[in-house]
């Protein structure tokens, strides 16, 4: 216990040590909320929508914990091109406790940077729909944040060095972003679109959590309390067993 | 202390270790000589765990580091070829998050990191960020750190590449020290001949993944004739300029160079 809590803690310590990655992470949802939110209030409400900001602020949360687990995950290539992984292999404990305790220190980070973009957006105007869902809205923050984490640390596992990151980067984490109805409503959509959104875990995290604060989810609370949890495992597993194939 | 029979590590085609047999005994100082590319950190890196052999037997404290990799674990410490601290931690952090690792109990973690700190002079920065350290400070902590869990054996993968001459004497001094201290087995490589001929008691040269000779700096010198241990290294392993393979991770160090400062 006191190893997965040593690396946990280690995980926060480099995370609120650099400033810059604090407020930088920031940046991009504090763009997207303004620029979109503001940027897309007045069709939305003339289609009949509502308020634009109230639909769009669970999406933008979801968004900044999607980026800064994944990053989170993959910062152990960073551990291992700086040789601290080694450290961490030739000591005396196992693979899997060590990928837990990152693993628990990279959600634990996201979803801290969630809540910090959920203050944000309440300052821009986003009001709950229902305090009383609101700790229910923070186990599917960490929710998200556990599945991408753990699916940061199975990628990172198999690459050698930064250079796929460009990639992941643009044909999975972009994609899994702007296909996961964070900026659109999942109704009506054309069917490929909709085939897309409905088989990417993060839609149903963005969901959660506009069910949790606002109200109205599309799949509904259960189904995607369900989807996260069953993948979040899944990718816990795979993520553990390619972590315990890294070799040095 | 340890034992390697008929050792080899392939890696696809390429055979990087091949076949090498040789020991250490409990509380030498053994150095670990080779050109580069000639399988000296793959070797480490075998007797560590970090890799597995492809052949051959290893004994290192009385365990096999295959079937018990935990307790061969607990008996070495090594300080790696490049840097493995945590520079975002602070020189405690790193000492502590280490004790946490090997499990040490928290009022002895304290005291021996102490005790540790103090011996390699940076008690007074125990509280400065890694980052702030020289590369001669950052040797003397992974050397503080990698004795924390009061290891048999202390490995050190060319733990004095590019330091200034004065930090290399006084790593070979503490070194040597804690050899006499604490009866801990060093086992280490580098590319300095008189560090090896100084600070040794038995050498092996290993080239092209073979062990070409071990035995005393002083029986190598009178094997090929030669007055010093680099001109008997030059003699068994020829003058050619090796080239070492450069992989990714290497590539994306030399790039993290050139972006810092």
Known sequence: ?248 | MIKVENLTKKFGDFVAVDNISFSVNRGEIFAFLGPNGAGKTTTIKILTTLLKPSEGKIIINGHNPVAEPDDVRRSFGIVFQDQSLDDRLTAYENMEFHGVLYKIPKDIRRSRIEQLLKFVELWERKNNLVEDFSGGMKRRLEIARGLLHHPKILFLDEPTLGLDPQTRSHIWDYVKNLNKKEGVTVFFTTHYMEEAEKTAGRVAIIDNGKIVAQGTPGELKSKTNKNTLEEAFLNLTGRSIREQEVNGIERMRMRRKLFKR
């Open chain 1, 1 to 248: 216990m006191s190893i997965i809590y040593i690396l946990w803690l280690r995980q926060l310590k480099r995370h609120f040590r650099s400033r810059a990655r604090l407020v930088g992470s920031l940046g991009q949802p504090i763009l997207f909320l303004l620029a979109l939110g503001f940027g897309f209030g007045p069709i939305y409400q003339r289609a009949g929508g509502g308020n634009y900001i109230q639909f769009l602020a669970p999406g933008i949360v979801a968004m900044s914990i999607l980026f800064t687990s994944i990053f989170s995950g993959i910062e152990i290539i960073w551990d291992r091109q700086f040789g601290f992984l080694k450290e961490t292999l030739v000591a005396p404990v196992s693979r899997f406790q060590i990928m837990i305790g990152r693993t628990l220190g990279g959600a634990t980070v996201a979803t801290f940077q969630g809540i910090i973009v959920l203050l944000i957006s309440l300052v821009v105007g986003f009001r709950f729909g229902n305090i009383i869902m609101l700790p229910l809205g923070l186990v599917f923050m960490l929710l998200i944040a556990l599945l991408f984490t753990a699916l940061g640390t199975a990628i990172a596992s198999v690459l050698e060095d930064m250079h796929g990151f460009q990639l992941i980067m643009n044909f999975l984490v972009m994609p899994l972003f702007f296909l996961s109805g964070a900026l659109f409503p999942l109704q009506d959509l054309p069917q490929a679109i909709k085939i897309a959104a409905n088989i990417n875990p993060l839609s149903y995290g963005v969901d959660g959590l506009r069910g949790t604060l606002v109200n109205g989810a599309h799949f509904g609370l259960g189904i995607d309390f369900l989807v996260l949890g069953v993948i979040t495992i899944i990718l816990l597993f795979i993520g553990s067993y390619l972590f315990s194939k890294i070799q040095i």
